[in-house]
Structures are given as C-alpha cells and as structure tokens.
C-alpha cells in the first residue's frame, strides 16, 4: 500500500531563516505530488504541484519554491521566511490512475 | 480558473439528525468532486469523491449528490454521531492534476 511521509512534524524558525520541508511518497510510481498551506482555522492554498520529476507548477507567487529531484521526493523551499510563512504544510499525491489524492501528516510551521 | 464556493461554514446539529454541506463550483470542465474531513491538527482525509457520470454515491451514512447542470455538489451525512464533528472540505478537479478547495465547513454534532 502507499504511504506518505513528511518531516519535520513541528518547525519553529525566526524570520529570515531558511526553511526546507521533504515529503516522499512510497508504493506507487510517477505520484503527481502537491504542496499545500493552511493558514490557522482557514482553507488549503495551493502552492506547488508536479506531475513528475523537475516538473512545477507553482500557483501562487511568493518567496517559497519547490523542487523534485527525484520520482518520489518532493521538497519545499524557502530562503528567507517571513511572519506570513507560518501554518500547517501539507503533501498530497494523486496516481495509480485515479484522482484519489491523499495528504501527508503535515508539517507546522512557526516563524517567530 | 476553476472556483469552489462551499456553504454553511459553520454547522450545529443535534446528535441523530442529518447535516448537509453544498458546494458549488465554476469550470464546466471539472469531473471528480472529493469530500475530505479533518479533525483537529491532522490532516484531511478523504471521505467519498463522486465523478461527473454519477449523479449520486453512497457509502454508510454519508451520500454525495452531484448536479453537473447547475453545477453543485453536496454532502449528506445522515444520523450524525459526535465523532463526525470536523472541518469538511470540498473540491473539484477537471484533470486529476490540479485540485480546487472549497473554504470549508465546521460541523458540530451536539450529544
């Protein structure tokens, strides 16, 4: 069965620090792999997508960016955070051929 | 781009009666419309997803009904249990690439 994993759980970094986030995928092959942020109390933003390696799609311009060096690895980027970089980040996939998508565990973030 | 409205977002129920979640959605192109649940700090998960050739799925207590000409979408969930207490999302997806969230709705079954 596939599983999903993300690392670190919990992050607290001070603004203008780095920030990189990972998430791999096992069980599956050539997943489409997402990046989402949920603000506290609010919806999931898409950040990132990609439907396979070296291939991104970003949906919303900002200081983050995201990379995939390999077929089931999935990295989340940032060189210097800011106070609004704080929140919940979430992985997901989708594959095996369907639309099924399935989160992560999730990653929060904290920038003091 | 596509645009998912999902409406109430906040929802009372008393223990027993049913609860219902609509969203409605902008891009006639869309097919799979996915319902997740998420509890309190985890992450959401998914609960039933309907496709665009199916106007109704159902699965326990929860029902999904889908109509592609009005362009809606809802979640039913019927004899509510404390336990069904969550944020629901909906969402809606025209190629299996990209995924459009609704905002969510809070549910909250009173015992």
């Known amino acids: 069965s596939q599983t999903i994993h993300q690392w670190p759980a919990t992050l607290v970094q001070p603004v203008g620090s780095p920030l990189s986030l990972e998430c791999t995928v096992e069980g599956t092959s050539n997943p489409n792999l997402y990046w989402y942020r949920q603000a506290a109390g609010r919806g999931l933003q898409l950040l990132f997508y990609s439907v396979g390696i070296g291939q991104i799609s970003s949906e919303v311009p900002q200081n983050l960016s995201a990379s995939r060096p390999q077929d089931r690895q999935f990295i989340l980027s940032s060189k210097k955070l800011l106070l609004s970089d704080s929140g919940f980040y979430l992985c997901?996939?989708?594959?095996?051929?369907?639309?099924?998508?399935?989160f992560g565990p999730g990653t929060r973030l904290t920038v003091t | 781009g596509e645009n998912v409205e999902q409406h109430p977002s906040t929802l009372s129920v008393q223990e027993g009666d049913s609860a219902v979640i609509k969203c409605t959605y902008s891009d006639s192109a869309s097919n799979y419309f996915p319902w997740y649940k998420q509890e309190l700090g985890k992450r959401p998960q998914l609960i039933i997803d309907i496709r665009s050739n199916v106007g109704e799925k159902k699965d326990q207590r929860i029902a999904v009904t889908l109509n592609k000409t009005a362009k809606h979408f809802s979640l039913h969930i019927t004899e509510t249990q404390p336990e069904d207490s969550a944020v629901y999302f909906c969402a809606a997806s025209n190629t299996g690439n990209q995924f459009y969230f609704g905002t969510g709705t809070s549910l909250t079954v009173i015992p």
């Open positions: 997901a996939w989708t594959g095996g051929g369907t639309y099924e998508q399935y």
